[in-house]
């Protein structure tokens, strides 16, 4: 079964510091771009970040910039979100995606991809 399985969420205090991690299942994530995206309630889906399948290219949101960083461990099968200075408004479930054709351009926040994980819950609350 090909899956993608989010952990690394939780309850941070404004200002703290969370790692995601997106986990591959039954298939190797070598040749797949990763995006993140998140939902926070009664809101739209978002793009968060995108990172190609060599680690070469990465993209984010203007709300992430400088606070988020997207890396991945090929070795490892696992993409990584290293969330800083976090703030209340960054309260969402974060899921992982990936798709075999490149998509870490201009529109990676808009295409389709071939595998979504179920999601890991961010809340940032003091």
């Known amino acids: 079964q090909l899956q993608l399985v989010e952990s690394g969420g939780g309850l941070v205090q404004p200002g703290g510091s969370l790692r995601l991690s997106c986990a591959a299942s039954g298939f190797t994530l070598d040749y797949y771009h990763i995006g993140w995206f998140r939902q926070a309630p009664g809101k739209e889906r978002e793009g968060v970040s995108c990172?190609?399948?060599?680690?070469?290219?990465?993209k984010y949101a203007d709300s992430v910039k400088g606070r988020f960083t997207t890396s991945r461990d090929n070795a490892k099968n696992t993409v990584y979100l290293q969330m800083n200075s976090l703030k209340p408004e960054d309260t969402a479930i974060y899921y992982c995606t990936a798709r075999s054709r490149p998509v870490c351009g201009s529109s990676w926040m808009g295409a389709s991809y071939d595998y979504w994980g179920q999601g890991t819950q961010v809340t940032v609350s003091s």
């Open positions: 990172i190609s399948s060599g680690g070469w290219t990465t």
